[in-house]
């Protein structure tokens, strides 16, 4: 283990005996998904509900000089309808996670004043039908004054740029500088210097099949709003919400039950759920809104689009890296909605998989024209990590380096962890080259010259990529201060409730809101090992309430953490139920509850297991006849809360240096591909991934999350875009233009595991699921591996299209101006 400035983490753990934790039972969920009887918030239906729908600004940047809805009103079955005007009355501004400048954003439920990216909101309208809704949004007429647009991420720094937020005084979010070790000592000692003047994170999201939505009702009685919703983070929505709206938290009540996928962007729908909010109190009846794909794909969270400028790269003769150097510019779109944080998240992965020590980031986040940015899959550090390996492979390139070795000289190794990076995170447990190995054996790379020259025989280009990412779970919150020294953030917690019926059944609630994760399945096992029953003796209730179910301030489920807060919560709930059912057995007995274990669905003797009482009898004690049990026994209620909370310190926030997530998930991508020499369209023929997470509680949700991160990364490497024009308009506003892959576009996929357990954890678990930067990056690494014998191109962007491989092959020398390599016979002394 590397020396480490933090207390230990490590958790104790007892032996335990096999159970049902790491096999494959069926999902709980599934019996109702798969028969069509899930319920999602558009099952929920209310009578007189008025159907929403939402006037969009058709620019990226105007001034709103008037807004008349009268036509609109008129219309026969329309409700009612709501602008920016009356939100700007009755709510303040959306509480902001930034210091300044950021801090000095006004974001409304509705546009107020000026339209910052075409689809933004603008008036809300409210009739008897989902049609009528939008038909009646048509008649209404705003009137707009088109103003200059910005939507070049690089170009929002000039000072003749248009200004998105007169009171920021400029497009300016955030700005720091980050540096750890000493690279001014790394780059004197380096035998050669690479440098690379830009690299291009592209601009895409997630696509869950069921967009955005929500039922709402307001109770007048009580003044409290009831939200059936697929909002994927209710504990943070309610905290931007209630400020907001004027309203103590208590009055916000969040439902879910099945979410149809999240993947992050449904974690910033706060402003649409106000703008219901405010409609059914001024209507006195609810209201239904469901978006369109559209307007998902227009006015939804978009991933971090992040340029990479002026990176030097110090390098040793035998390729060992020292560390690296870099301007960062990140594009938040119109508003930071859940920025600034996504500057200091992918600081979780600052030297990605390898022993870089001297790193020096200038991070800068700016608003632009676009719709706005939030959590998508890999939220932050897949854009760092794609970085790290462009870096590597680029590197290895230049100087005639094998991108295999490179990568496993630079690899931390399995007997360094727990590692502390050089800003204090740790690392818990992995065999990065282990891995990779067993990656490459499953694409035969051992025969790999052998298929070049077979595709080259059929007028094909054979490329290799490696894509190798982490995946950080369970985030200590107080990394914000790190942003914003004012925030009153700090460490993680989760909750659950386990409790034992009358009858005898298990029951569980859970905090956290799943979308497909599997909550109820795994939630269900670690409870059945621990009691002695099996899964289906215990009933985890599904979805969210955040009036019945026990949770916490950030309650949710986002972060790749639930394997670990999750059921970390699950367990130690479950534990202390055992212990109270052993209490009460014993009680009974006469003996001592050490002498009584959970087996079969009873309390028994351990000596003598014919004294046993069935946990029916158990509840009906405690429950109808708790007078026969001694005095001391009679506090048992068999029904307990556990909130778990993870071992984090707040981080130092003048070194920016601490540990900001518990766990370290790992995959690796190794992917081959065939490019066409005359057009440069080009296809992924083979395909393996290894992962690690830790403990696996159930392998096959474990394989589908990681069959989910890799097609979300391949069709952000190949297909999935959201491109602008210079006026702001979205080109690929619906999947007619932005292609999501589908079962036909996917190449053969090998998979592979190991199990490297985080001693951090109370399961030995490890947060997973957001894997998706390994599969862009093996794409990036394939093509310009691929493209090596017509010039040796130089792939600076994550996206590529056919048409950027065929200018790649075509103008090779474009791409290389982008490097370059300074070598020093004397190591520059």
């Known amino acids: 283990m590397t020396e480490t400035t933090m207390e230990p983490l490590v958790v104790e753990r007892e032996e335990t005996k096999p159970g049902f934790a790491g096999t494959n039972i069926p999902r709980k969920e599934d019996k109702r998904l798969l028969q069509g009887?899930?319920?999602?918030?558009?099952?929920?239906?209310?009578?007189?509900?008025?159907?929403?729908?939402?006037?969009?600004?058709?620019?990226?940047?105007?001034?709103?000089?008037?807004?008349?809805?009268?036509?609109?009103?008129?219309?026969?079955?329309?409700?009612?309808?709501?602008?920016?005007d009356e939100v700007a009355i009755q709510t303040d501004p959306f509480f902001q996670i930034s210091p300044d400048p950021g801090a000095k954003i006004r974001d409304y439920a509705l546009a107020v004043g000026k339209t910052r990216f075409m689809g933004e909101a603008v008036v809300a309208v409210a009739a008897r039908t989902r049609d009528l809704a939008r038909d009646a949004a048509e008649l209404v007429e705003v009137e707009?004054?088109?103003?200059?647009?910005?939507?070049?991420?690089?170009?929002?720094?000039?000072?003749?740029?248009?200004?998105?937020?007169?009171?920021?005084?400029?497009?300016?979010?955030?700005?720091?500088?980050?540096?750890?070790?000493?690279?001014?000592?790394?780059?004197?000692?380096?035998?050669?210097?690479?440098?690379?003047?830009?690299?291009?994170?592209?601009?895409?999201?997630?696509?869950?099949?069921?967009?955005?939505?929500?039922?709402?009702?307001?109770?007048?009685?009580?003044?409290?709003?009831?939200?059936?919703?697929?909002?994927?983070?209710?504990?943070?929505a309610i905290i931007m919400m209630a400020p907001a709206m004027r309203v103590g938290m208590d009055r916000l009540r969040f439902v879910t039950q099945d979410i149809g996928g999240g993947f992050g962007n449904k974690i910033c729908t706060h402003p649409q759920l106000v703008a219901l909010c405010l409609l059914a109190r001024k209507l006195n009846r609810p209201v239904h809104w469901h978006e369109w794909r559209t307007d998902q794909h227009a006015a939804n969270s978009h991933g971090n689009e992040?340029?990479?400028?002026?990176?030097?790269?110090?390098?040793?003769?035998?390729?060992?890296?020292?560390?690296?150097?870099?301007?960062?510019?990140?594009?938040?779109?119109?508003?930071?909605?859940?920025?600034?944080?996504?500057?200091?998240?992918?600081?979780?992965?600052?030297?990605?998989?390898?022993?870089?020590?001297?790193?020096?980031?200038?991070?800068?986040?700016?608003?632009?024209?676009?719709?706005?940015?939030?959590?998508?899959?890999?939220?932050?550090?897949?854009?760092?990590?794609?970085?790290?390996?462009?870096?590597?492979?680029?590197?290895?390139?230049?100087?005639?380096?094998?991108?295999?070795?490179?990568?496993?000289?630079?690899?931390?190794?399995?007997?360094?962890?727990?590692?502390?990076?050089?800003?204090?995170?740790?690392?818990d447990s992995g065999d990065y080259a282990r891995s990779l190995d067993q990656a490459l054996e499953l694409i035969g790379y051992d025969r790999i010259e052998e298929r070049r020259r077979d595709a080259e025989a059929r007028g094909k280009l054979l490329g290799v990529g490696i894509g190798s990412t982490l995946d950080s779970g369970t985030n200590n919150f107080g990394q914000s201060t790190l942003l914003n020294p004012e925030l009153q953030f700090g460490g993680n917690n989760e909750v659950a409730t386990v409790k034992l019926d009358l009858f005898g059944e298990v029951v569980v609630?859970?905090?956290?809101?799943?979308?497909?994760q599997g909550h109820e399945t795994t939630a269900a096992m670690v409870v059945a090992d621990i009691l002695g029953v099996?899964?289906?003796?215990?009933?985890?209730?599904?979805?969210?309430?955040?009036?019945?179910?026990?949770?916490?301030?950030?309650?949710?489920?986002?972060?790749?953490?639930?394997?670990?807060?999750?059921?970390?919560?699950?367990?130690?709930?479950?534990?202390?139920?055992?212990?109270?059912?052993?209490?009460?057995?014993?009680?009974?007995?006469?003996?001592?509850?050490?002498?009584?274990?959970?087996?079969?669905?009873?309390?028994?003797?351990?000596?003598?297991?014919?004294?046993?009482?069935?946990?029916?009898?158990?509840?009906?004690?405690?429950?109808?006849?708790?007078?026969?049990?001694?005095?001391?026994?009679?506090?048992?209620?068999?029904?307990?809360?556990?909130?778990?909370?993870?071992?984090?310190?707040?981080?130092?926030?003048?070194?920016?240096?601490?540990?900001?997530?518990?766990?370290?998930?790992?995959?690796?991508?190794?992917?081959?591909?065939?490019?066409?020499?005359?057009?440069?369209?080009?296809e992924l023929v083979d395909w393996a991934v290894v992962d690690d997470c830790g403990k696996r509680i159930h392998p096959q949700i474990v394989e589908g999350q990681v069959h989910g991160a890799w097609a979300q990364g391949l069709g952000a490497a190949t297909t999935e875009t959201f491109a602008y024009d210079e006026d702001g308009n979205l080109l690929t506003a619906n999947f007619y233009d932005y292609h999501v892959p589908h079962a036909l576009d996917m190449p053969p996929l090998k998979t592979g595991h190991i199990e490297s357990p985080s001693p951090f954890t109370p399961l030995g678990t490890k947060g997973m699921g957001e894997g998706g930067g390994g599969a862009i990056h093996a794409v990036c690494a394939a093509i310009q591996d691929a493209l090596r014998p017509v010039g040796k191109p130089v792939v600076t962007d994550s996206h590529n299209p056919y048409h950027r491989v065929w200018q790649l092959m075509t103008r090779p020398e474009e791409s290389r101006k982008l490097v370059g390599v300074e070598s020093r016979t004397t190591n520059g002394r």
């Not at 319920?39 to 058709?58: L, Q």
């Not at 003044?223 to 983070?233: D, E, I, S, V």
């Not at 680029?394 to 295999?404: F, H, K, M, T």
């Open 37 to 84: 009887q899930g319920v999602f918030f558009d099952d929920v239906r209310r009578h007189e509900a008025g159907f929403v729908e939402f006037v969009r600004s058709p620019y990226a940047h105007a001034k709103i000089l008037s807004v008349d809805v009268s036509k609109a009103l008129e219309l026969d079955g329309v409700y009612g309808t709501l602008t920016g």
């Open 144 to 236: 707009y004054e088109p103003l200059p647009a910005l939507v070049d991420t690089e170009r929002a720094l000039d000072p003749d740029a248009p200004v998105l937020h007169d009171e920021m005084g400029g497009n300016t979010v955030y700005s720091g500088v980050f540096d750890w070790g000493d690279y001014e000592a790394a780059l004197a000692e380096a035998d050669h210097v690479v440098r690379i003047e830009r690299l291009h994170f592209d601009r895409f999201s997630s696509t869950p099949l069921e967009t955005s939505g929500a039922v709402v009702e307001y109770n007048r009685g009580t003044g409290q709003w009831t939200l059936y919703t697929n909002n994927q983070f209710p504990g943070f």
């Open 306 to 427: 992040r340029v990479f400028l002026e990176v030097e790269v110090p390098v040793k003769a035998d390729g060992t890296l020292l560390g690296f150097k870099a301007r960062a510019l990140d594009d938040a779109g119109a508003f930071a909605r859940y920025e600034p944080l996504g500057c200091i998240i992918w600081s979780q992965v600052t030297p990605g998989l390898y022993r870089w020590r001297h790193i020096r980031i200038d991070f800068t986040q700016v608003c632009t024209n676009k719709s706005p940015v939030g959590p998508n899959r890999g939220y932050s550090r897949l854009q760092h990590l794609w970085f790290t390996e462009r870096v590597i492979d680029i590197v290895a390139q230049e100087l005639g380096i094998d991108p295999v070795e490179i990568r496993k000289r630079n690899y931390i190794k399995a007997e360094e962890m727990p590692y502390e990076t050089p800003n204090g995170c740790v690392y």
């Open 509 to 516: 609630t859970l905090g956290t809101t799943p979308q497909g």
């Open 534 to 682: 099996t899964p289906d003796d215990v009933n985890v209730r599904p979805g969210h309430d955040s009036y019945w179910n026990t949770h916490a301030g950030f309650s949710g489920t986002y972060a790749s953490q639930f394997a670990v807060t999750g059921l970390g919560a699950v367990k130690g709930a479950t534990e202390k139920l055992a212990w109270e059912i052993k209490r009460v057995a014993a009680g009974v007995f006469g003996a001592d509850p050490d002498d009584v274990e959970l087996a079969e669905g009873q309390a028994r003797l351990r000596e003598n297991p014919e004294a046993a009482i069935p946990f029916m009898g158990i509840g009906a004690i405690v429950n109808a006849n708790n007078a026969i049990l001694p005095m001391e026994t009679r506090d048992a209620t068999l029904n307990v809360r556990h909130v778990y909370v993870p071992p984090f310190q707040l981080p130092d926030k003048e070194r920016k240096f601490g540990n900001l997530t518990l766990t370290y998930a790992m995959q690796i991508h190794v992917c081959v591909i065939e490019v066409d020499k005359e057009t440069g369209a080009y």
